[in-house]
């Protein structure tokens, strides 16, 4: 039976570096959709070993010395578009520049929902479009949320909590599978430092989301609580968790519930049902004895995931 989870970083595979891979372990926890996870994680590891691919490795934010700056996020989303429109002129006919924000981001987003459409039912656009299209469209998905939880400072150094998400994708081999009635019951909002955490597997926002983003260009059928578990993860390192600040958050959350009720009743979510999926659901535990700012000088020097093993 599979106890532990483990990550390895290393460069960028075009970084110029002799530096030495950087790993974590993280100690699964007693629970039956941590054994499921493990399950479905174990196929997609073994896969990756087998073929040598991973979905996304790169998918690090709010490290020092990232990657993906302002300037490179508005580049690619921009060359991305593009691509697009190429296939379907003017299809994605809202301008991508440096000073966008957060309402931007939604209405961007809008696009991506329509035209994307939904993972098990894409729309034509997505489904007729070549290889290139249909990686441009999920680029445009990914780069959006980038550009949100980067939260770039004005010097280009990022103010949020050190986060990567270990993303294996889905296909014919790596699949997603439906959360148990029981498994609702593990959604908190407690913060345990470095914790391994379910990855939303959907295409749209959950709840918190259309609530951290005060979104209101996000279209009806987008509005989707996590329903599935898959191999994707991801492990935030927020140095300043506390039981206060979960609690002054879900203060805020309902606030705005009521200011929303109707609306939202009319969509079928009702005030504190499990289903609706608040907060996070923990897998494992971090076990290291190092400190969150050795953490992430470490990880911020290999910001690329090199290995995931189920131990």
């Known amino acids: 039976m599979a106890q532990f989870i483990a990550v390895t970083f290393t460069p960028r595979p075009e970084e110029k570096t002799q530096r030495e891979p950087f790993s974590l372990r993280w ?5 039956s959709l941590a054994g499921r996870f493990a399950k479905v994680l174990k196929a997609a590891c ?6 040598g691919y991973m979905y996304k490795r790169e998918r690090f934010y709010n490290f020092p010395r990232g990657y993906f700056t302002r300037d490179r996020v508005i580049s690619l989303l921009q060359e991305h578009i593009a ?25 961007l987003h809008t696009y991506f929902e329509r035209f994307r459409g939904p993972l098990l039912d894409p729309s034509p656009y997505y489904k007729e479009g070549s290889p290139e299209v249909k990686y441009a469209f999920d680029e445009v998905n990914l780069l959006i949320h980038r550009f ?13 909590n050190p986060r990567f998400v270990a993303a294996f994708g889905l296909d014919n081999k790596i699949k997603r599978y439906p959360l148990e009635d029981k498994d609702y019951e593990l959604f908190d909002l407690d913060e345990p430092y470095g914790c391994l955490r379910l990855n939303y597997c959907e295409v749209g ?5 259309v609530f951290n983003d005060r979104d209101h260009e996000i279209g009806d059928e987008a509005i989707k609580p996590l329903r599935y578990y898959s191999a ?4 935030d390192f927020n140095p300043k968790a506390n039981k206060a ?3 002054n958050y879900l203060k805020a959350l309902y606030q705005w519930w009521d200011e929303n009720e109707e609306k939202l009743e009319g969509l079928g979510f009702h005030k504190h049902d499990p289903k609706n999926a608040v907060g996070n659901i923990k897998l494992a535990d971090l076990e290291s004895k190092m400190s969150h700012e ?7 020097l290999r910001q690329w995931i090199g290995k995931v093993e189920v131990l």
């Open 205 to 209: 926002k959950h709840l918190m989301d």
């Open 46 to 51: 073994d896969f990756e070993s087998e073929t």
């Open 245 to 247: 600040a979960s609690e």
């Open 148 to 160: 949100e939880d980067c939260e770039f400072a004005d010097n280009e150094k990022p103010k949020g």
């Open 232 to 235: 994707d993860f991801f492990v």
């Open 83 to 107: 691509t697009i429109n190429e296939a379907y002129p003017g299809l994605v006919d809202y301008p991508v520049y440096r000073q966008m924000g957060q309402e931007d981001m939604n209405r």
């Open 294 to 300: 050795q953490i992430v000088e470490e990880i911020s």
């Open 27 to 31: 100690r699964l926890r007693d629970h």
